[in-house]
């Protein structure tokens, strides 16, 4: 069964994606992957006309097929890349059932549907208008503060929060969605982490107030930062990114992109960002280009 889509900019929906792409993902320098295809005329916009998500899971299947064929046997491809736009799909309205498809896919539960594999050789990227992942502590949570955290093992989140004291809330490499914290018992670090290293970065949503066991802290205290708008895009849209371009990039590069990306967004905050998505194609180039200077 053909699940139907239509190609490059054929509809209002491509139009409004690409020009939203053009003034913050591409235009503020966010996404060197967008930027670079950008640039060399292989940014593929796409819409999907199915309303669920197993239409939209035909033509990912779809699109990612086109991408890995361009990569074309050994050589290193030029840097591609498709954002497939979703407006149809009324389930999500919402960021949040957006988001769980997304994060379902290659795992045991994957409710995309995509052939065993494929989800192994690309990146999916979620933008959506009502993004919201990232938010700042609240005003009462400082440095000095002691509170309650998680902490990463390999990447992943442990289950249990520790005691821990913030001692940096402004890095340059991660702005305000991360914090520095000292744990107080390194012995809870068993399972992998080195027991000297007691202090990490972790994301803000990982910290609980100070009493042990108590709930994450309520998002009605806690400010949403400007770095969500980077991700809010005029419809649900999958940003596909081929792995074999990502691996083009060492470590330095990606450290690089998150660094420059936390001072933009600091730099600009809410109001600059309104600003850009708020006016015309020229006056909004000549605020981004005041952002790389």
Known sequence: MMYPHQDDDDTKYAREVRKWAMKIPVGLGLCPWAGTATKRG????????GDTPTAVSHVLEHEIKLLIDNCGGTTPPPLSTTLLVCPHVTT???????DDFLQSIGKNNNKCMLPSGMTDLVTLVAFHPKFLRWHALPDD???????????????????????????????????????KVRFHNVDLFGSGVDNRNQEQFVPTDWIHASNEGCA?????????????????????????????????LCIRDVS?????????MTKLGWEGLERILGKGDDMATEEQEAVHN
Not at 92 to 98: A, R, Y
Not at 256 to 264: C, D, G, M, T
């Open 42 to 49: 292989l940014l593929r916009i796409t819409t999907c006309d």
């Open 141 to 179: 949570i400082g440095i000095g503060s002691t509170v309650q955290s998680h902490w990463g093992t390999f990447g992943k989140k442990s289950v249990q929060t520790a005691t821990a004291t913030i001692i940096e809330t402004n890095n340059i490499a991660f702005g305000l969605r991360k914090v």
């Open 92 to 98: 999500w309205v919402e960021f949040q059932p957006f």
């Open 256 to 264: 690089r992109v998150k660094r420059l990306n936390a001072q933009r």
């Open 216 to 248: 994450p802290l309520p998002l009605s205290t806690r400010t949403q930062l400007p770095d969500n708008i980077m991700h809010q895009s005029p419809y649900p849209t999958i940003h596909v990114i081929v792995n074999q371009d990502l691996a083009s």
